[in-house]
């Protein structure tokens, strides 16, 4: 190995490295307690090694979110994988999203709630992101013959569910009822192809 392709897997380890350290941190403590020396102290890199992966808290924030993207497509692309029949299927994806946001509060906090520049729905869209949404798209495709905007409803729904339950604003223990619920109405109120 070249001392070029030591020094790039070195960086790409300590890039890791402050990615799971602020992940960790935010899941332990908040977000608001994962700040540039906090990460420094935590890897024991320097705060100007860790200025030189990420322009700041902004921005180890967006990696955050997009590794997040990545987990999150890989467990509902798991799920659809698992679940069978169509409507099986999308009950697996519904629960496997929000089983991943209840496991996952700062992860999905970065995600979905923390400003972060990241586009969503546009050319500019990082391909994690696509690929989550491709997956409620691909699950949703058996309903309706457009499934884009079912997806973007069945995205928020999803959501809004995971953010309440989280809150405390509805109780956990319906989550189930909930999610059979969303799905029954999903399918009921779609073309019917895969029931």
Not at 14 to 26: E, G, S
Not at 61 to 75: D, K, N, Q
Request: charged share 20%; proline share 6%; hydrophobic share 50%.
């Amino acid at each position: 190995m070249s001392i070029t392709e030591r020094r790039h897997r070195e960086r790409a380890q300590r890039h890791d490295l402050i990615i799971a350290a602020a992940r960790n941190l935010a899941e332990a403590e908040g977000w608001d307690a994962v700040t540039t020396r906090r990460l420094a102290e935590i890897v024991e890199y320097s705060q100007p090694v860790l200025y030189s992966h990420f322009d700041g808290k902004d921005a180890i924030v967006r990696a955050v979110a997009i590794e997040g993207f990545v987990e999150l497509a890989a467990a509902m692309q798991h799920a659809r994988s698992q679940g069978g029949a169509p409507a099986a299927a999308l009950r697996a994806v519904c629960g496997a999203y929000i089983a991943f946001a209840a496991a996952r509060p700062a992860l999905y906090q970065a995600m979905f709630a923390l400003p972060v520049d990241v586009k969503f729905a546009s050319a500019e869209t990082p391909p994690p992101l696509q690929a989550a949404f491709a997956e409620l798209v691909g699950v949703l495709r058996p309903f309706d013959a457009q499934p884009d905007q079912l997806a973007e409803v069945t995205w928020a729904a999803l959501h809004g569910l995971a953010v309440l339950c989280r809150g405390g604003r509805i109780p956990p223990q319906g989550e189930d009822a909930r999610i059979d619920l969303l799905v029954n109405r999903i399918i009921v109120g779609g073309t019917g192809a895969g029931r």
